[in-house]
């Protein structure tokens, strides 16, 4: 060794492994136009399908006439549920064990459902023809209101379930009821409350709202006659799944089935389901023997692919005199829409809703979710976050406010009370989760300091002070919130999508000049997978991320993996990453003792190399490893340098943040400006510092638009009110606040490399603070609760209920 | 949103323009930016034969500010009216409501032109014209023609133009005073919740003319003389702050809609309105 020769730590940078904030590698196509997303894909002799959607919310199906818009030239053909109905596929499964139609059978349930699908030789000539299919309705009544549907003389909505009087998920007790899901000890919940000296009730209303991702969703569809493959390309977020469901529908086996996602503009939970889109043009391409592409438009996507939230959480949470939680109990409405088509696990039909303890070490608690069908698109998709752990946030994040209020206490010093300590971590909560780590009170502490909290009091004391003084007409919200996240689903032992156990995979290739490429089962919407897993990688097996190719998305070639959405891709498929090349580092050690001329246990690893122990020296670089393993006779040891893992992960990840929104409230407009955000978040093992902030900054701003102004509202006759971007809410640069951030490292202590998943925490704990700021400027007027979104209008009308407009 | 085959009209001139209004009648509607006119045929609620694009017609463009008048062709983008330096000097009030007007890209198209003949009560500009009590020129077969801006709004939609006439160029007194254009919007992109315009004039503490006008609180802008009224004679004070306020809500109907009802509109009005005002006042 000389002057030359790299330090360690030259080594270690010039891998870019873990903790390197290292670029997107991907950046340089989108930034230059050059993603290749499905809009994209242009086939030869391709032709385009769109629906003939549903004007009415409910409506009797009385005839579908599509004579004139067959005769249009360049129409090659109209589809109807009746085309469908004998390849038994005018219904389809939904992935929450219901069945959805694919083109309305009879009758129509939701403003948007598809109708009829129009294949034409031309995206325009579809426009056209659609306007000339003939439609004949007869309005049903409508009911939009979940505790309405329930009652016993509404109208009877799914006619197909009729008698049916139980379903996936147990027992439905009225004809447009789904389920009721329960968990938890009611008796012993109940029984707390009752006993308890303080009690606070609530009903939180979590709005129903929509993932809205740049690109809508869409597909191309090719049956290849000569060789029966069938070929999509479509935006999923899940692809082997979409493939096995194909498969299962259609009839072709699996191997004839490849599915592609390619760039994904977003997906944030839209993009998991099936949509009739996806079936239509796979019929339509079977039928005529040509590709088939069906893209949506805004409207499309806002009116008719999947929702989120939509839950009334009604609460009651108990405690001490002094502020020791005793219980929590929670009933949940949960509107699903026309059908059930929520993306969840199959045994968790409220998805982790029961994450609802929160950061808090609550000795007994209830859960029950009655699922209801309404006139409204179907949808309940976890919208960046995992499954309607969003909802749990925001409802036990705000029964910690009410709470607050009536035990008189600060909602700061209520939260530390009550945390769960470091020293009880791994901690079984009362609903059933084993909480793998977590150090609350340390993140806490930090995120008060660096606010100045106590500073932040007394401001807003003399704001409220100055405002009944008439000297000014803006109050000062503070918004906390201390979230715990549920990610990573799942253990196959109890996660599984239609059977489908929710493991993840990672296939390994070094090539012999030490170089690799590395395919998973998940799919990158934006995240950033080709940059970050290249980096666990590069840690793993000491060759430079820059020099590893990471491939998603093509059935054909990535091994088996159940997708990416609840923050499951770094906790599942980035454990079997590690793992994989764990595998490929212990090959590679024989072939360097093999090379070294010593026993296996003779060398150690360092960084990129093995050397002999005690002669650092005498080593073997990945690099030589790489090339010897494919030219080298090693007796013993097969040629290739290749290593697949697929990871069951022993238990979820729960990641947790610490957030504060400190906002400025204008009481006579209903105007907001979010003046300071601090947002600490602690996902354990950090992979790259940069690709975190940025999926922080996103996260916050969804969470933004959620509170403050994004909604999916319905009028009483199912009309959907927010069906373009002019009326529902997506933040530009202008609305979007400066964010500051932050973190702890706490380690993940089942995960290989400790890490938790954060893409969806800044949406968990977003919501719930920029909603809590709003509630606590108007605290000291005898505000308990007000439902979301917080858009001008509702801000308005709080001042305005609590006499502030004198 | 895929609008319905059309027939696309490029005249080079304001007479070829007029001949294709001539010939095709009901059928044909002209384009200026299209913000409002290509919306509507992609979501096929507005069918056009035959669309006449003015883009290429010189003498519909350009700002001029001389003789104590600032005239503006109807094809001045929002964008060009926001970087004129003379217009600025002029007529600040200009630049302060087009930049408050959707967003830069939208900006570069939509024009002063489209945005008052329009008759949308949404749009900024027909509040604003009515404030500076500008002239609109309307070309037709038989010669131009000059309507007040504050009288060429009926109802929404619905203007003095006849449908063979194209609306050419705007013009107003260079005003004089302080000036506001205040508006509440839910976000970049909207339309207001309430917006006004202001123009005043201060001499020896009083005030002497006052235009107030108002934006999406009726299905048409909405000019309150009575508003103007209270203020002048006064000192700007609280209270003739107050009455214009008072007046100026008794002239407003506004609807309800994705942004709140009409009640919480007109609260809105009161506070925007004053704000504006005051503004006005206090650069006067």
Known sequence: ?806 | MIAAAFEYHRPADLKGALGVLAEYGDDARVLAGGHSLIPMMKLRMASIDHLVDLQDIAELKGISVAGGRVTIGAMTTQHEMITNADLSRAAPIIAEAAVQIADPQVRYMGTVGGNVANGDPGNDMPGLMQCLDATFTLAGPDGTREVAARDFYHSAYVTARDDGEILTQISFATPNGGYAYEKQKRKIGDYATAACAVQVTKTGGKVTAAAIAMTNLADTPVFSDAAGAALVGTAGDAAAVKAAVTAALAAINPTGDNRGPAEFKRHIAGIIIGRAITRALSRA
Not at chain 1, 49 to 71: I, M
Not at chain 1, 355 to 376: F, L
Not at chain 1, 517 to 531: D, K
Not at chain 1, 764 to 791: C, E, I, K, Y
């Open chain 1, 1 to 806: 060794m000389n002057d030359l020769t790299p330090t360690p730590e030259d080594r270690t940078a010039k891998l870019k492994g873990l903790g390197t904030s290292r670029k997107r590698v991907e950046d340089a196509r989108f930034t230059q136009g050059k993603g290749n997303y499905v809009d994209d894909i242009k086939m030869p002799g391709m032709l385009h399908g769109d629906f003939v959607r549903s004007p009415y919310a409910h409506a009797r199906v009385k005839s579908v006439n599509a004579d004139a818009a067959k005769a249009l030239p360049g129409v090659i053909a109209v589809l109807t549920a009746a085309d469908l109905a004998p390849l038994n596929l005018h219904w389809m499964p939904t992935l929450a064990g219901d069945k959805q139609m694919v083109l309305a059978d009879g009758k129509v349930l939701f403003q948007g459902q598809e109708v009829a699908f129009v294949v034409a030789s031309d995206r325009y000539v579809c426009a056209d023809a659609i306007e000339l299919v003939e439609v004949e309705y007869e309005e049903l009544p409508v009911v939009t209101d979940p505790f309405k549907a329930l009652e016993p003389g509404a109208p009877v909505l799914r006619e197909d379930l009729a008698g049916q009087t139980s379903g996936a998920h147990g027992a439905r007790r009225h004809h447009n009821h789904i389920f009721l899901w329960e968990t938890g000890d009611e008796a012993a919940t109940n029984q707390a409350i009752a006993a308890a000296e303080v009690v606070a009730e609530e009903m939180v209303y979590y709005h129903r709202v929509h993932p809205c991702p740049l690109e809508t969703c869409g597909c191309v569809a090719s049956m290849d006659k000569v060789n029966g493959k069938l070929t999509v390309f479509g935006t999923f977020q899940a692809p082997h799944v979409v493939r096995t469901v194909a498969s299962l529908l259609s009839g072709i086996e699996e191997h004839n089935i490849r599915v592609v996602s390619p760039d994904i503009g977003g997906g944030f939970g839209n993009k998991v389901g099936v949509y009739p889109g996806y079936v239509c043009s796979i019929v339509a391409s079977i039928v005529t023997g040509k590709p088939v592409k069906w893209i949506e438009d805004r409207m499309d996507n806002l009116m008719a692919t999947a929702f989120a939230r939509d839950y009334w959480m009604k609460g009651r949470i108990s405690a001490t005199k002094d502020g020791r939680i005793t219980g929590l109990h929670c009933h949940v409405t949960a509107d699903h829409g026309a059908f059930d088509a929520c993306a969840d696990p199959t045994k968790f039909p409220a998805g982790f809703f029961h994450i609802c303890t929160g950061s808090y070490d609550i000795p007994v608690a209830y859960v029950g979710v009655d699922g209801v069908y309404t006139n409204k698109a179907p949808g309940g998709v976890a919208y960046r976050c995992s499954f309607r752990v969003t909802e749990a946030a925001y409802f036990i994040e705000r029964m910690i406010e009410v709470l607050a209020i009536e035990l008189g206490m600060d909602a700061a010093e209520l939260r530390s009370k009550n945390f769960i300590r470091k020293d009880q971590f791994p901690y079984n909560s009362a609903l059933g989760w084993e909480y793998d780590s977590g150090d609350y009170h340390t993140a806490w502490d930090k995120a008060l300091a660096a606010v100045d909290y106590a500073g932040l009091r007394r401001e807003q004391a003399e704001r409220v002070a100055a405002f009944k003084r008439g000297e000014t007409r803006k109050l000062l919200g503070i918004g906390l919130t201390h979230f715990t996240e549920i990610v990573g689903a799942g253990p196959v032992k109890n996660c599984d999508i239609l059977g489908m156990g929710m493991f993840d995979s990672c296939e390994i290739r070094i090539h012999p000049t030490g170089s690799a490429i590395a395919r998973l089962g998940t799919i990158s919407q934006g995240q950033g997978h080709a940059t970050t897993f290249a980096q666990i990688l590069a840690t793993e097996i000491g060759l430079p991320a820059d020099s590893i190719t990471i491939e998603e998305g093509d059935t054909d070639t990535a091994p088996y993996g159940l997708g990416t959405y609840g923050s499951r891709s770094t906790p599942v498929a980035g454990a079997a990453t590690a793992m994989a090349g764990r595998k490929i580092r212990a090959k590679a050690q024989m072939i360097a003792a093999w090379l070294l001329e010593v026993h296996d246990g003779d060398v150690e690893w360092d960084i990129d190399r093995f050397v002999v122990k005690g002669a650092p020296e005498r080593f073997k670089t990945m690099k030589d490893i790489a090339y010897a393993a494919y030219h080298n006779a090693i007796p013993g040891i097969e040629p290739g340098l290749e290593a697949v893992s697929y990871y069951d992960p022993p238990n979820m990840t729960y990641p947790f943040g610490a957030y504060v929104c400190v906002m400025e409230i204008d009481v006579d407009t209903g105007t907001h400006e979010v003046r300071q955000f601090y947002a600490l978040d602690d996902c354990g093992t950090r992979i790259n510092p940069m690709i975190i902030e940025g999926q922080v900054h996103g996260g916050l701003t969804e969470a933004l638009a959620i509170a403050m102004g994004q909604e999916i509202a319905y009028d009483e006759i199912g009309n959907c009110k927010n069906s373009t971007l002019m009326d529902f809410f997506l933040p530009t640069a202008v609305e979007t606040p400066h964010y500051t951030t932050d973190h702890t490292e706490t380690p993940s202590p089942h995960h290989p490399i400790g890490a938790k998943g954060v893409g969806e925490s800044p949406n968990v704990g977003g919501v719930p603070a920029f909603s809590n700021a709003v509630h606590d400027a108007f605290r000291a007027f005898g505000l308990r609760q007000a439902h979301m979104p917080h858009d001008h209008w509702r801000i308005w009308k709080i001042a305005n209920q609590l006499g502030l407009h004198g």
